[in-house]
């Protein structure tokens, strides 16, 4: 860790600063510059916190040299990682994808959508219940929804992926041996949801939207690696709200700073209507695989994402 | 809910819109522009989502008329709302408050802090364990803490109000007879909570941060109180991260929208410094009180800020 | 325009919002549902605020029915539009590119740039003094610039494009004849340029970065257009700052709003390492052409960039 | 500045950075961890640009050590600065005011603005003409304007302080003998009329808004007091759009920051019903004073703004 002091700080600030560093048991080497002191903490500076020295009389700032997540960096390892869910490989030489319904489905619905995912090829379905936000219109996942979601899996010879909100239903997920569990983006700070995922040994789906940062999103993948679940794929589902969008090359900064693999959800980013493109430049730019969300409202066409992403994924081959 | 098509919307696409808000059971009203049509939907549009008709085609925008909230808005009830924790009353005509600590504390620091709201006159001791963010210092509040708080606060004579992040631990929380609920900003969207919360008859303070929209703590509040639970209390806890801050514009706004006493944390906000302007501020801008985290690091000064509020409560009450 | 009622508004603010329309010489439509009443403005729109509405007793929120540009907007003008700039069209079956430096260049190191730009095939050259953050390191464009940068085009037998900032520069821009002018994203809300720059015949290119909204993007280019110049294409720089970034999504969103070519500038969005995927990546979502920043230290590899294009153009070619 | 190289980084791209340092006359401080090396440039570091450095291989971050702002910052000058506007002292022990029209005014709206002014013993009336975002209602301040402003300024006995957009109107504003000028948020970034104001010695306010962050805006004032022009005062908006607000947070940051004198807007950030409870949080808050919008539409009372003011005045004078 770095501590910058204020121009103006005292020789007895540096030294409580330096104590400070000391008494956690790492080395402070001091520098005195011009203008300021800067104090390098050396050692393992995982155990510090800056907001401990930022509170401190004369701190300017402190910043960490090494990253907050460690098992999920790039700088661990540098090559991809690949997860699979069922048979399908996500990270692998071929673009994945899982099909399904995030919100407001039925039995039929879903059995719709699982037929012409497996029409086209497709070996996953999902199934959420997404737009919580009306309190009128409140619909949780729940067991019975669980149970449906895998009978029509089941049904269509396809793997089932669920949304997963609720710790207390971790158990019926469990029982029900699904493929694998999807975290939705106002998750990723449910540290207690995190940890608990990170105790099983499902792939899971971190989603995240733009409100969520970078940083964000990888602590949450570290939350639960830590725990010893390293089957991760992130999931992009780019801007919530009026401001439709999905960003590549954020999308190409996150493949520097991390191994996991990287999908996309453009249904969600951008309507039905552009998941064909964001798809295509989504796979240009790294992604692994894409989420399609096909609820009956949104009238994807599965055939022409299908095919952006064959295209995409030739282009990519064909240019390293 | 009113739907504006684009310029070029066919007949065809109008009525499709139309049959949509009628088979809802809505009354539709087709007023054509020089420029675009717009239709309104007359009736109980709480039942109606945006996205339906902005996934049909000629839909430019549909907007609600209404809010989404209806038992918290000011509308529903025109005079402010008072909430007592304990016999601490927040909404009342004397600015409240309570004190606690939400980051790294022992028994022997709550207990510290407790000693120290106890002689400045306060009843109300809270207790967290926020910074959850690190995954290599991963500290939830679990039972024993609960139960440390609660036996802190009793050895004191104060009113123990307790954090709650994980749904698991609602029924320690019921027994252990705490005197309130506080759940932090990233629960707002943990909807499953916010409904347990509303079935139970416990004192609730929402807090919120700069990342959360005035809309959305809105719509939280919401989900508390339809089920049953109208004792809320909101509070901001300003900006997280670098740029710290508190917004009275938005307090001020807030009081118009809603009767919820509203509170203020500034040392969440502005650092223990600051805390004494910025209660004082916010008390002039509505805000019904204060919660002051007293986390050693950050040596807040408890008489400077309760000075500062008695001064802009009198200020207040001279200027109405 | 459409004005929503609080639900407690009264008859006589009612009257007063019939009263303010009908003097603006527009017919109002009182429409009153079971919570609130809506008031429908019929007629030349553009000429009303929504401020003027927000601050009159009982209002809740006032909104426009029609876009606030007009000329730009895809509803105008249905087919999308082509700019040239020299021989190079922005906006046809082919992608575009012009190549240049946009900060710390000198006469030689923007003649090498030039050389490349020759050699790759391109056909315009631009430049531009951006950085202009730093206090201490202050370079604007000056007329010496220009000179440079229009000999040093002219040298390679390119064209000429130059960043504009500084209104008082116009005549200079004019005497010299370059073939189009650049405007940074600050300059956005520089309504004085816009609107001299919509007086003269020459293609401008207008930047945004992603702290104009699209709106706003809009909003600057229907200040051009109103003053005759039609010549507009946009150009998206992504993300300034830490979070590098291109979005997609609101590429697409965008082209669905405006007929106007639109390009963007990978460099800037992503660094040099990230062009190829972006540009890529755009003009499969829609752009027409790349900005490439070729700054010594940027290392640009313009090859890469220019098959990462080629491959895009024929993959959209084959997939509509 | 401190640059932090990526865990995989080799001696050899170690050994360019200290070359890039000691080649612009500094010295390079190497400091090896266990998982990261870290490089300090210790010297004049106000020449080197971060991005020179983040653009090298091996390298993660550079970060400036020292601000970029130097005059306007509290590290360089601990005690408050005062900046008089006629006899009116902002930055003294009483606050200040100014008022007037910023947006649709005409003379005798001006006139009728400048008597209430007087009438509240006021001593400064300004004139602006912002809203210019609508394209088809474009009016800029001209000179006419800046003419009619100085003489209703000194029909009432006020010095007349003139919103500056427009570079080529300098010289007017130099030959109207005007009082002082006034910014508005989006001149922040047009450095050229920063370096012009620099130049002159008249006060000069600098407006923000909440889309301008905090070290832009010192930078901005910097741009100013490079060129010789101290007498600076900063004027905080809040935010713009629907979400009006004003943060007092952030304003308590800015005053340790900074030397500047600091007021702030309360009719832009939250509407003149606002303004009293806004002016006076802001006071408290360390703002030096208020500029009162008077447009007929806003239907300001001016009394209550004073009589708040005072209040909050008198309770940090209590306060301390």
Known sequence: MIIVMNGSATDAEIAAVVARIEAQGLMAHVSRGSERTVIGAVGQERGLEPAWFESMPGVARALRVVS??????????????????????????????????????????????????????????????????????????GAADLAALSEVAAEHGLVAVAELRDLRLLDVYLELQLGGLLLPPHCLRQVELLREVGRINKPVILQRNNRVRLGEWLLAAEHVAVGGNHRIILCDCGSEGEAAGLDVGELACLRRETHLPVM????????????PILAASALLAGACGVLMEMDAADMLNLQAVLEAMRGAASLRHAHG
């Not at 990682?81 to 489905?105: E, K, N, Q, T």
């Not at 996309?264 to 998941?275: F, H, I, L, R, T």
Request: aromatic share 8%; net charge positive; charged share 20%.
């Open 68 to 141: 907050d997540y460690r098992i999920v960096s790039r700088e661990a390892q540098p090559e991809d990682s690949m997860v699979r869910i069922g048979d399908v490989a996500f990270g692998g030489a071929a673009p994945a994808w899982l099909g399904g319904c995030g919100h407001d489905w039925t039995r039929e619905t879903l059995s719709a959508a699982a037929a012409r995912i497996k029409a086209a090829g497709g070996r996953l379905l999902f199934a959420g219940r997404g737009g919580h936000d009306n309190p009128y219109r409140y619909r949780p996942m």
């Open 264 to 275: 996309v959800a453009p249904v969600a980013a951008g309507g039905a209507n552009s998941a």
